[in-house]
């Protein structure tokens, strides 16, 4: 069954506990809720949304309630009509979070490790459904280090054929730049990255602030002290406009101006400006019934549109922002 009144959604957890614990496989009855309604409805693929860092379940929760209410004030939709009628949303819940109370934003570099293995057993899911003649197509909306979870995502579905991305929307991304480039060695997660875009004709979207002082000031240290090749005090890439030295095909990037790090998804009332700029992105990018003003992705002078042409807007910088704690 739907989980949200009035959304076409379902949930895909990977975690055990609703406060911290570890992660899981996803069950087999939300595996089969999910391909049954694939298969025998009329959506044609899914939207997935991974919730950030430090999420426990009930925030997660309130990041997509947050998102969905958004969303369809965005597109001017009556409670009881779905955002898009040829989608279902899927809500991904993973083990980003520690039960240590206080010192819960300290866990930061296991949720790194857990992003990695969520990953592989999101990719486990995908693959299971796309076991049928036609293809599964898939978009994506990621924030913070569920970002990583989609990269890592992409990792494991490099070399399933039906899996098509078409759509990747990183909110806060909270990956290091050093794992994106050198796309051509195949133990960084810009290969993978680049093998499944490609291959889908997918294209994707950064949604980044300078403003963002979780970005800026946390993250460098705990990606340095989280275990395997994440880099010495890296740059990640949902902080500024990334000059890529090889640039993804059809990759956007858009600021939103004055965002901290919890202003992405619409739950918090106080900060709606920042996140109503950043929800029309998504709105637009993914192609849902679009009710507003359209805008498009601002870009440096130089960078390429999806289309491949030059892009001459001046990126701005808004200071107001204050700072705030790690949330959704």
């Known amino acids: 069954m739907p989980i949200?009144?009035?959304?076409?959604?379902?949930?895909?957890?990977?975690?055990?506990?609703?406060?911290?614990?570890?992660?899981s496989d996803i069950a087999g009855e939300q595996v089969r809720l999910i391909r049954q309604r694939l298969n025998g409805g009329t959506a044609t693929g899914l939207v997935v949304l991974v919730h950030g860092y430090n999420n426990n379940r009930e925030?997660?929760?309130?990041?997509?309630?947050?998102?969905?209410a958004l969303q369809k004030k965005i597109a001017s939709l009556p409670p009881n009509r779905p955002l898009a009628d040829n989608?279902?949303?899927?809500?991904?819940?993973?083990?980003?979070?520690?039960?240590?109370?206080?010192?819960?934003?300290?866990?930061?570099?296991?949720?790194?490790?857990?992003?990695?293995?969520?990953?592989?057993?999101?990719?486990?899911?995908?693959?299971?459904?796309?076991?049928?003649?036609e293809p599964l197509e898939v978009q994506l909306v990621g924030h913070s280090l569920g970002c990583r979870v989609v990269f890592e995502l992409l990792r494991h579905v490099g070399g399933i054929g039906n899996v098509h991305v078409t759509r990747a929307v990183f909110m806060a991304a909270a990956v290091p730049l050093s794992l994106l480039e050198a796309p051509a060695d195949q133990q960084r997660?810009?290969?993978?990255?680049?093998?499944?875009?490609?291959?889908?004709?997918?294209?994707?979207?950064?949604?980044y602030s300078p403003d963002d002082v979780v970005l800026t000031g946390a993250f460098p240290l705990g990606q340095s002290l989280a275990k395997g090749p994440e880099g010495f005090m890296p740059v990640a890439l949902g902080?500024?406009?990334?000059?890529?030295l090889v640039e993804p095909q059809r990759f956007t990037q858009y600021q939103v101006l004055g965002a901290n790090?919890?202003?992405?998804?619409?739950?918090?009332?106080?900060?709606?400006?920042?996140?109503?700029?950043?929800?029309?992105?998504?709105?637009?990018?993914?192609?849902f019934n679009f009710g507003g003003e359209r805008r498009t992705a601002r870009r440096e002078p130089g960078s390429r549109d999806i289309d491949g042409r030059e892009g001459g807007a001046i990126r701005t910088v808004d200071?107001?922002?204050?700072?705030?704690?790690?949330q959704p």
């Open 261 to 287: 790090h919890s202003d992405y998804w619409g739950w918090n009332a106080n900060k709606l400006t920042q996140a109503d700029d950043a929800q029309r992105q998504v709105h637009e990018f993914l192609g």
């Open 87 to 133: 989608k279902i949303f899927v809500e991904v819940y993973w083990a980003g979070d520690a039960d240590w109370g206080f010192a819960s934003f300290l866990f930061y570099m296991g949720a790194v490790g857990n992003a990695k293995v969520t990953g592989g057993h999101f990719g486990a899911l995908l693959a299971k459904l796309a076991d049928r003649p």
């Open 4 to 23: 949200r009144p009035g959304v076409e959604s379902l949930e895909a957890s990977f975690r055990v506990d609703p406060v911290g614990g570890d992660v």
């Open 239 to 244: 902080r500024d406009f990334w000059q890529a």
């Open 319 to 326: 200071t107001r922002a204050l700072p705030e704690t790690w």
């Open 59 to 68: 925030q997660a929760d309130a990041a997509y309630e947050g998102f969905f």
């Open 189 to 207: 997660l810009r290969y993978h990255f680049d093998q499944v875009m490609r291959r889908s004709l997918g294209a994707s979207r950064s949604l």
